[in-house]
């Protein structure tokens, strides 16, 4: 199914590109648990998101800019240990995600931020997250991986996400920090949950730019192109949240039923963390974020867990 919708999204995307005569930015983002830790390797163990955005034009009053955003991506995901042979060794399935994804990013006057994207892909082998993992694991001459024969089988992708961003006391005066509120409410054939908590950000140099010109949200790119030479960024933000988790196939498998040989209960409420560093200079944007995830499996042998996300993204203009 993945591969007959490539070509059209990327015709799409190519077409995107190539009919723009604006700003755009390219970029990658990498999730990883040993970039936070040498000895974790478990649960969700590997991320790679590939993106493209560009600046819309704009005429709402009330609408700083919009800009529209294409993404690649894999997910990963293990029980607590790779040398799981043995089926008594899962406390999570294996499991993989591979999507496409278009989105709409809106950033208002008053800083408030309204993410709004859709995914299509493929949960289970069609993935080709096992392939991933055991070349990568066999490249850097890390473990050999057991257990993929009983990871979650393929399932149809179809999923939607939105984030909203409120920024509080917008009418103070918010050089060196900010305070904000934030909620994620994921629907679909993969992940039905939402979260909620507040964000603030704290600024290591200078002042803080606004949160329409921020790339916390992916918000770097100007109509005006003496901004990129003016504005700079480096900050520091922490994001605690509570997220309530009604489904979730890579743990559940899919909801239209299927021969998985692990499955597990949901931990419906969980608390969520993560803290990092975000930079921008000119054509560059780069970060660094640790995550914590709660338990998310209703078993005993199941913990909370934490992975290192870098990326790295260019601008052109």
Request: net charge neutral; glycine share 8%.
């Amino acid at each position: 199914m993945l591969k007959k919708i490539s070509p059209l999204f990327f015709l799409l995307f190519s077409n995107a590109i190539f009919s723009q005569n604006t700003s755009v930015e390219l970029g990658i983002l990498v999730d990883n648990d040993l970039f936070s830790s040498t000895v974790n390797d478990q649960y969700y163990t590997n991320g790679i998101e590939i993106f493209y955005r560009f600046l819309n034009q704009n005429e709402n009053q009330k609408l700083n800019k919009k800009i529209t955003e294409f993404k690649f991506g894999q997910y990963i995901y293990n029980p607590h240990t790779v040398e799981a042979r043995r089926i008594t060794k899962h406390d999570r399935p294996f499991a993989g995600y591979l999507f496409l994804e278009a989105g709409m990013n809106r950033y208002y006057q008053s800083e408030s931020v309204l993410k709004t994207n859709l995914q299509i892909g493929v949960v289970g082998p069609s993935s080709q997250a096992e392939e991933f993992q055991k070349l990568f694991h066999k490249a850097f001459g890390y473990k050999p991986v057991e257990g993929w024969n009983f990871q979650i089988q393929d399932a149809f992708a179809l999923q939607g996400n939105m984030l909203y961003s409120k920024k509080l006391f917008p009418t103070q005066p918010a050089e060196k920090m900010d305070f904000n509120v934030q909620a994620e409410v994921n629907f679909g054939t993969v992940l039905n949950g939402i979260s909620f908590g507040p964000l603030t950000r704290i600024a290591l140099w200078e002042k803080l730019v606004p949160m329409y010109d921020s790339n916390l949200h992916g918000a770097s790119l100007h109509s005006d192109k003496e901004k990129y030479r003016e504005q700079s960024e480096f900050y520091f933000y922490v994001n605690p949240s509570v997220n309530y988790q009604i489904y979730d196939a890579t743990i559940q498998g899919s909801m239209f039923g299927g021969n998985n040989p692990v499955t597990y209960d949901l931990v419906p409420i969980r608390f969520n963390g993560e803290a990092g560093f975000k930079y921008r200079k000119n054509h560059w944007n780069f970060h660094y974020v640790f995550v914590y995830r709660g338990k998310e499996v209703d078993n005993s042998r199941n913990e909370g867990y934490f992975y290192g996300s870098i990326g790295a993204s260019y601008l052109l203009y």
